[in-house]
């Protein structure tokens, strides 16, 4: 397995995505981080776009699952995106991670709520 990586952080998005009714109603922002596991040799010797995994079209792919339905738990968010990079793109392992800095946990101060969901391409 290669330890090559193409990582794209910090995306910001608005979604309706949470437990409670105020969430879906409201909405709120959400933070999605990506790791792509892929060899990079080939592009890295081409400099050529079809040889890589194109940023752009992974960002629209998280955009739609973020903007998209409503989702009840980042874990959902969090496997569907990754389920679909695995299917879309020749990488052998997606790591994501949905950061939601407004999670409404009662009496608590925190920074934001955060799942990471790691999967391989044979365990799709």
């Known amino acids: 397995m290669t330890q090559d990586k193409i990582c794209l952080e910090g995306m910001i998005f608005y979604g309706f995505h949470g437990v409670y009714p105020e969430e879906k109603s409201r ?6 981080d990506l790791e792509l ?14 040889d890589t995994v194109n940023y752009g079209e992974v960002y629209s792919l998280v955009r739609e699952v973020m903007e998209g339905r409503s989702h009840n738990l980042m874990e959902s968010l969090a496997h569907l ?11 052998e ?3 994501v991670t949905v950061h939601k800095p407004d999670s409404p946990i009662k009496g608590a101060v925190l920074a934001a709520a ?9 365990q799709a």
């Open 37 to 50: 596991i892929t060899d990079l040799s080939q592009p890295g010797q081409s400099d050529a776009l079809e």
């Open 93 to 95: 392992e997606v790591k």
């Open 27 to 32: 909405g709120q922002r959400f933070i999605v």
């Open 81 to 91: 995106i990754a389920a679909r990079v695995l299917e879309r793109y020749n990488v």
């Open 114 to 122: 955060r799942v990471e969901v790691t999967r391989r391409k044979d």
